[in-house]
């Protein structure tokens, strides 16, 4: 870890704990899919979640949040996403453009 308050010992603790704390019957049953536009985001998601041993729970694609897929399902869902934000952007115009597209693809693909 690159953090100075980094504790080797402590994170191990932490982790032994949430291992054994981990109740497999409770597991997520949704589908999860994760996107990006940028592949290499994408090869990095997989890599964390091959780390996390949950590879075979997600799908990834790389693709636009516009092109992404939902599931077709009755049951409620969570689209969870970090869109682009301040500097990183640029103009600000395209910023606004940004968020009124992920307004319209999260109503378009809401049941509500």
């Known amino acids: ?10 994170w191990t603790k932490i982790k032994a704990q949430a291992i054994r704390k981990y109740e497999p019957d409770k597991a997520i ?9 940028n592949e290499k985001m994408v090869e990095a998601a997989i890599a964390n979640a091959e780390a996390a041993g949950a590879e075979d729970r997600i ?35 395209l ?11 999260l109503e378009d693909n809401s049941n509500s």
Do not use: Q, W
């Open 1 to 10: 870890m690159h953090l100075i308050s980094y504790k080797p010992a402590l």
């Open 29 to 37: 049953s949704c589908d999860i899919i994760a996107t990006d536009i």
């Open 59 to 93: 799908r990834f694609e790389v693709a636009d949040i516009m092109m992404s897929p939902v599931p077709e399902s009755e049951k409620r869902g969570t689209i969870v996403i970090n869109p682009p934000y301040g500097n990183r952007m640029g103009d600000h115009m």
């Open 95 to 105: 910023l606004r453009d940004t968020y009124v597209d992920i307004s319209a693809f």
